[in-house]
RNA sequence: GCCCCCAUAGUUUAAUGGAUAAAACGUAAGAUUGCGGAUCUUAAAAGUGCAGGUUCGAUUCCUGCUGGGGGCACCA
């Protein structure tokens, strides 16, 4: 019985002892603020609506009605009004066992979570420019891509992620140029720089020399244009510098565990959407300017007008997303495609799904601009063309190094092996739930000093969480807990509210994915560990009685379980001992 | 100039239009002869930028204003 049924159920009753209601309203049964206040509840405001009667006159009416039928439901004690709420009582000894063996059981085969099965899902996320290293904010993209395709898959849908390499263009070239003039042949092997920065590093330099000498900007753009031409020696250098800043990129992609099922290079796609742009000419859905540019109007979208060719015929930014947009509908048939983008580009995807409307493609509703906001340095926004940013290297090296510090502080005889094992994953985990706590469309504030901490609201205290409960499950025989438990020791208020956490942690799953949000499932995680502490302080496991140790392990047992597996989501791993 | 987003304790953030606005950091005091103190307890601390409106009910929806961010390329 799982809390999607005993919703369905309680629902179905209701309707029944209320036959004037309408057979198409929804029951939305909640989880109620305090524990105290029952374990589901359902606020009466809609249905007072819809029978044109006071909410609390419903409430109450209900709870007459209701209390002489709920044994016609499993695992329901008692229904109770206050106010404009009903508020229901599940036998808790019978519904502990039913949260905690559903817990044990079933880990990944979560049958109450598989509402995408069947969907196939494809995620496009990261979309790294081969010209400078990745920073915090391809972090914050990076870790939110791959954190909705793990709920997506944990929820049964078919997932594809894919990585779409920014590898061309005239800021390219610029890199290209600054090499060519000033890099003497150096290697990132000769100079033992990983690639990204190499090339990176070329980029500023132009950025930098541009200022004393600015007809460097038409050399670079004389450079492009040979480039398209397909000069073999431009091409040769191109392929080279390419090269160097994608084997640095995939260095970082295994270090924070990142990855990708398929990679799109925007060098080979950048010309495919002009077919679609010239059918559609030829439509009139779009015109030819005087100048020979072709244009779309969207005026009356409130969207301007946009250029869709060059009027020398060659393709601009959205050319190649109208493109894509169909190569990737013809190659992978998604029910669902998204595309992890920073807000700055929410207009050009407003934009791009327009002109796919117009054009009379029927898949566009089924994609979706996952939009986040940027983050922000003490100084302001990043620049990368100024040098000033927070590249993801350094700021994962420095937490290391925090972290390895914090690890001996507490280990002094560890092995540097271990200690720096350990200090990877905590890295990693504060890193990740930083990031990924804040509401995606919410701004981000990044201070290396004060944002990283290793205690309060952050992925190392549900490590730590986890690790105590392992600490203590070790200590005991794992025959104590394969027996027949009786649920009703458990009664103090804090077993209670852990229950209820864990009842309702299919819901936020459920809620996270549909809301494209994981901070929700962070914020969930926090409360469960901070309940757990609370409980842990207050109530020995190992001391108890034997009925109520038993008991208490199996529900600490499922804790950590929970815990494992909503970090595992957010790409923590956790560990047995920190 | 136009468009989009944001504004909540000292700070950083929570809160499907619903029950007493919730945490963390910081501050002050406290808890180790208790399963790990990267923990826990207690206290002080906001009535949600300002002015209106809709609603039985607004942090949440609407209008205006103020302040901050982003965008408005034949750059990607």
């Not at 008692?78 to 880990?107: A, C, H, R, T």
């Not at 003039?181 to 090339?199: A, H, L, N, Q, R």
């Not at 209670?496 to 956490?501: M, P, R, V």
Request: aromatic share 10%; glycine share 4%; proline share 4%.
């Amino acid at each position: 019985m799982t809390g999607e049924k005993i919703k369905k159920n309680l629902t179905n009753l209701v309707k029944k002892v209320l036959p004037e209601l309408p057979v198409n309203s929804v029951l939305e049964w909640l989880p109620p603020p305090q524990s105290e206040m029952g374990d589901l509840c359902l606020p009466c405001f809609k249905l007072g609506q819809e029978l044109k009667q006071s909410p609390e006159k419903i409430a109450l009416k209900l709870e007459k009605l209701l209390s002489s039928k709920i044994s016609l439901i499993d695992l329901v004690d008692q229904v109770k009004s206050q106010g404009p709420y009903l508020n229901v009582f599940l036998n808790k000894p019978v519904w502990m066992e039913i949260v905690f063996q559903e817990i044990l059981k079933n880990k990944k085969e979560w049958k109450e979570i598989s509402f995408n099965k069947q969907k196939k899902v494809l995620i496009e996320y990261s979309a790294p420019n081969t010209n400078k290293p990745q920073h915090l904010g391809h972090l914050r993209n990076n870790f939110l891509g791959w954190t909705m395709a793990e709920l997506f898959s944990l929820t049964k849908a078919k997932v594809t992620k894919v990585n779409l390499v920014n590898d061309r263009g005239i800021h390219i070239c610029q890199s290209m140029l600054a090499y060519q003039k000033w890099g003497k042949g150096k290697t990132p092997e000769s100079e033992k720089i990983k690639g990204d920065y190499f090339v990176g590093q070329y980029y500023v330099l132009f950025n930098q020399k541009v200022k004393d000498d600015p007809a460097l900007l038409e050399e670079a753009q004389a450079m492009l244009q040979q480039w398209e031409q397909g000069d073999p020696e431009i091409i040769a250098l191109w392929q080279k510098m390419n090269q160097w800043a994608i084997e640095g990129f995939k260095k970082t992609y295994q270090k924070i565990g990142v990855n990708f099922d398929y990679w799109y290079f925007e060098s080979d796609i950048y010309e495919w959407g002009k077919k679609t742009i010239n059918k559609a000419l030829k439509k009139g859905l779009c015109y030819k300017r005087e100048d020979g540019a072709v244009e779309i109007d969207l005026e009356k979208y409130n969207l301007g007008k946009k250029v869709l060719l060059r009027p020398d015929g060659t393709s601009v930014y959205i050319t190649q997303d109208i493109g894509l947009a169909q190569l990737k509908q013809e190659q992978f048939n998604p029910d669902l495609s998204i595309y992890v983008v920073c807000s700055e580009q929410d207009y050009h995807f407003k934009v791009l799904f327009k002109i796919l409307e117009i054009f009379d493609f029927n898949w566009v509703k089924n994609l979706y601009h996952l939009s986040y906001n940027l983050v922000f340095l003490p100084h302001g926004k990043m620049k990368s063309r100024e040098g000033q940013t927070a590249d993801a290297d350094e700021v994962i090296q420095e937490m290391e190094k925090m972290a390895k510090g914090e690890i001996l502080s507490r280990n002094p005889n560890l092995s540097p092996l271990e200690v720096s094992r350990r200090a990877e994953i905590i890295t990693q985990a504060a890193l990740k739930f930083f990031l990924l706590k804040f509401t995606p469309g919410q701004k981000i504030n990044f201070d290396p000093q004060a944002s990283i901490s290793f205690d309060g609201d952050s992925g190392p205290y549900c490590q730590y969480t986890y690790v105590r409960i392992q600490s203590i499950l070790k200590k005991i025989d794992k025959k104590e807990i394969d027996k027949k438990i009786d649920y009703q020791v458990l009664k103090n208020k804090l077993e209670i509210e852990l229950t209820q956490l864990l009842f309702n942690y299919p819901e936020i799953i459920k809620k996270s994915t549909i809301n494209y949000n994981p901070s929700y499932l962070a914020h969930y995680l926090l409360a469960l560990a901070q309940k757990f502490n609370e409980f842990y302080h207050q109530f020995p496991v190992l001391k108890a009685e034997p009925k109520l140790k038993e008991a208490r392990l199996v529900l600490i047992q499922s804790v950590a379980l929970i815990i494992k597996q909503g970090l595992e989501l957010l790409g923590i791993q956790v560990l047995e001992e920190m």
